[in-house]
């Protein structure tokens, strides 16, 4: 027998005969523990800070991209703040890439003259020689096809229209990677469909591997008009301009705030979201929600003057965009708490309605997971235990071996999804959510990802959930088991 689970069946046994057991308590943690999580979620919903302070800093700061001077000054507007919450603020120094995106533009010349919409690529090097180049484009719908057709592509503008139907995780590949795969074959520049279900003549940026040749991502409307004069034979010739460069690093950090544990101070929960943005994003979505909520589940704790166990660990990361440094740099300075860290959540996949989390780790490990959402959470219906999603900032934790988590969240304007473009994809236990076509990736990377996409009561209702699951696990009589 697992020793967790000997533990788990002791303190059950103890708590069975000194205290009469509360119906809708789990047996994995002391019957105060209910009080405890109704108390935050109390608080949480009683307050509209995270709110107030994600609009504070997208208005008066602007995108926080990393090597910028607007980054650094709303992490010391962050710091203060968390100051005058009372907390302690530990900040870990990083060095940050420095891309600089310069005048750009993407011109139809034939069959007709028109601007495309578009926007670089971050890491994208510029057009040769400070100059626009023109060439004509080919259209392709897949990597498959651009090895088809690899001897029509020499000195042309590759355009990847791709139908995100496939989902995020099956077509950023052409983002992060068809400027190399174009370049193999002779392409002189690589344009991609954005990556979104749903446009308005948006394009959305995000990071490529750098390569000799520049790329950009275009609007859904312009990448379809494209495929579709490329399908009536018509010759597609486009200009292209780019300044794309890099500068040396710049120093940045990690915030980090903490609540120490009673018991077991070394031990902790960690959990976090991202404090830069891409530079066209006030980055209110992406991924100021998660790094606020983060921030408020410690504020809240601090609040109600509960003292967890174990310590509770809320890092505010820097450079997830463009490089993940501030990811790097967390897990190189904390390594040694590897074995010590009892799980490590993500919440960097939207702030809106929560529905619970998303886990990768061992099977007794969910199951507990599962008891807890299921005590605590699922009156306000963010108890779930779903998937695998796990986010970039704590995937050097989870490749370690450590327990990892995802907020897992909704956009409510996706409806009934019955006739949207976010339609539906099997994604158990949600079968009518998929997450990656969800209202998130409307605004994902893209100058639409404004504070007005958020709620107060959502963000209300992110925090609560935070703080439960995160307090709960770190009052365990015992770390998640690991596989
Ligand atoms: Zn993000």
Avoid at 36 to 48: G, P, R
Avoid at 294 to 307: A, C, G, T
Wanted: charged share 20%; hydrophobic share 40%; glycine share 8%.
């Amino acid at each position: 027998m697992a020793l967790w689970l000997l533990v788990a069946i002791l303190v059950l046994v103890t708590h069975t005969q000194v205290l009469p057991r509360r119906p809708e308590a789990t047996p994995l943690l002391p019957p105060q523990a209910k009080d405890d999580a109704d108390a935050i979620i109390d608080a949480a919903f009683s307050s509209d800070i995270v709110y107030e302070r994600i609009a504070y800093m997208t208005d008066t700061f602007g995108p926080r991209f990393s090597g910028s001077d607007a980054l650094e000054k709303a992490l010391d507007w962050t710091r203060e703040e968390m100051e005058k919450d009372g907390l302690s603020v530990v900040e870990e120094h990083v060095m940050v890439p420095s891309w600089v995106r310069g005048r750009e533009f993407a011109r139809l010349l034939s069959p007709r003259v028109k601007e495309l919409h578009m926007v670089g690529l971050g890491m994208s090097v510029g057009t040769p020689g400070k100059k626009s180049l023109v060439a004509k484009a080919i259209v392709v719908s897949s990597f498959q096809e651009l090895d088809q057709r690899a001897s029509d592509v020499q000195g042309k503008i590759v355009v990847y229209n791709v139908n995100f139907d496939q989902g995020y995780s099956n077509t950023v590949k052409y983002r992060t990677l068809g400027a190399t795969r174009a370049e193999n074959y002779g392409a002189v520049a690589a344009l991609v469909h954005s990556m979104t279900p749903y446009g308005l003549q948006t394009p959305h940026t995000g990071a490529t591997r750098t390569t000799g040749i520049p790329s950009a991502a275009i609007s859904v409307e312009d990448s379809r008009m494209l495929a579709r004069m490329q399908a009536r034979g018509q010759e597609i010739v486009i200009e292209f301009y780019m300044e794309a460069h890099m500068l040396t690093d710049k120093p940045s950090r990690n915030l980090i705030v903490e609540i120490k544990g009673a018991e077991k101070p070394d031990e902790v929960v960690v959990f976090g979201g991202h404090m830069d943005s891409w530079d066209i994003a006030d980055g209110a979505m992406d991924d100021a929600g998660g790094a606020f909520v983060s921030w408020e589940v410690v504020r809240l704790i601090h609040q109600l003057k509960l003292r967890p166990r174990r310590t509770l660990r809320a890092v505010l990361f820097v450079n997830e965009e463009n490089g993940a440094k501030g990811a790097e740099q967390y897990y190189l300075n904390h390594k040694h708490e590897s074995k010590l860290t009892s799980i490590a959540i993500e919440s960097d996949e939207g702030t809106f309605t929560p529905l619970g989390i998303s886990f990768q780790g061992s099977a007794a490990a969910r199951s507990i997971l599962e008891q807890i959402g299921k005590a605590f959470l699922a009156g306000i219906g963010s108890g779930n235990v779903s998937g695998q999603s796990i986010g970039t900032d704590i995937s050097p934790m989870c490749d370690a071996g450590v327990p990892c988590g995802s907020l897992v969240t909704l956009d409510p304007r996706v409806g009934s999804l019955s006739n949207n473009p976010c339609k539906t994809f099997s994604n158990p236990p949600y079968p009518d959510v998929n997450f990656g076509t969800s209202g998130y990736f409307w605004y994902h990377h893209t100058q639409s990802d404004t504070v007005d996409k958020l709620s107060p009561r959502q963000l209300q209702h992110c925090a609560a959930t935070l703080a439960v699951w995160t307090y709960s696990i770190a009052n365990l009589d015992f770390l998640l088991p690991r596989s």
